[in-house]
């Protein structure tokens, strides 16, 4: 997952990069006789590679245009990282909200809040002005989705963000 401004363009530039070798390498495959199903195999690790870090750069646009979707779909570790970028808060930010020194929070993002506890998962919510109120569903849906609505009013009301689910 993509977690700075630098790391998106170093990305990008990679990315374009090694598609143009891979597009080069894939010509000089055809001019030697290669097969097709040949050529599939060889650059198919490389390929698979380079659709990841388009996931990843897509991914990092569609949080920084502030795009909920792309929050909904990720593990709750990733969805901190991806809350800080949709947020619009830098890692120098929020590691001094937190006080800790950007370096320890770039080391926790890296490691993708892997070893997270409840206790630090909402200590980062609250540095961020953010409310986790988690969606357990027992019953009828209409109804909870009407108490979210509820909670999204109060929430725009009295200010500060609020993320059901």
């Known amino acids: ?13 990679k990315c374009k990069e090694n598609h143009q070798k891979m597009q080069k390498q894939v010509q000089e495959m055809k001019a030697r006789g290669y097969l097709e199903d040949e050529i599939q195999c060889l650059s198919g690790p490389t390929a698979r590679v380079l659709n990841r870090s388009q996931g990843d750069i897509e991914l990092y646009r569609r949080l920084k245009k502030r795009d909920v979707e792309a929050l909904r779909g990720l593990p709750l570790n990733l969805q901190l990282i991806g809350l800080r970028i949709f947020l619009g808060m830098s890692q120098t930010e929020l590691a001094s909200i937190l006080g ?66």
């Open 1 to 13: 997952m993509i977690k700075t401004d630098q790391e998106y363009r170093c990305t990008r530039a």
């Open 100 to 165: 800790i020194s950007r370096n320890e929070l770039a080391r926790e993002e890296n490691n993708e809040y892997q070893q997270i506890t409840l206790e630090r998962y909402e200590e980062i919510l609250r540095a961020m002005g953010v409310r986790h109120i988690p969606a357990y569903l027992v019953g009828d849906k209409s109804k909870v989705e009407d108490a979210s609505q509820l909670l999204l009013e109060v929430a725009k009301d009295k200010g500060g963000n609020l993320i059901i689910g």
